[in-house]
């Protein structure tokens, strides 16, 4: 019924979880945050780079499978700084068209490796 998928456009998983959970067609992204795919350590910089390269290893993860930015249905966002929210708002937007997904917006005390952002995805064809 579910079964999971691999990429090496995304980092390695570090623990008991799947990167990605294909479910009667849906696509479910484990949540992720800036690391660099090759060297799973965090980019550095703010809030603008930590998204860019978040959505940029989604944007090939998705295309791996087939899949474009325009089939994400719900993005669920974790951001550790209030003041960082026009900043990902910006870079966010530059993904999608003009009916992006779902969102919800989540602020947190802390995220895994000092990390700014943390993104969990839906996909469906």
């Keep these: 019924m579910r079964h999971g998928i691999v990429s090496h456009k995304l ?17 479910f992204l484990s949540g992720q945050i800036a690391l660099e795919p090759s060297t799973g350590v965090v980019v550095k910089g703010g809030i603008a ?3 860019e390269a978040i959505l940029g290893s989604v944007k ?3 295309e791996e499978q087939g899949l474009d930015m325009g089939h994400i249905v719900k ?7 209030t003041g960082d929210f026009g900043a990902f708002n910006g870079v ?5 068209d003009d009916t992006p997904p779902a969102r919800t917006t989540v602020f947190v005390s802390a995220l895994p490796n000092g990390a700014r952002v943390e993104l969990d995805i ?4």
Aim: charge should be negative; charged fraction near 10%; include cysteine.
């Design 11 to 27: 980092p390695a998983p570090v623990g008991p979880y799947s990167q990605m959970v294909e479910c009667r067609g849906f696509l």
């Design 92 to 96: 966010y937007a530059s993904y999608f």
């Design 75 to 81: 993005v669920t966002a974790y951001l550790v700084d």
């Design 122 to 125: 839906i996909a469906h064809p």
């Design 49 to 51: 780079l930590q998204t």
């Design 60 to 62: 090939d993860a998705l």
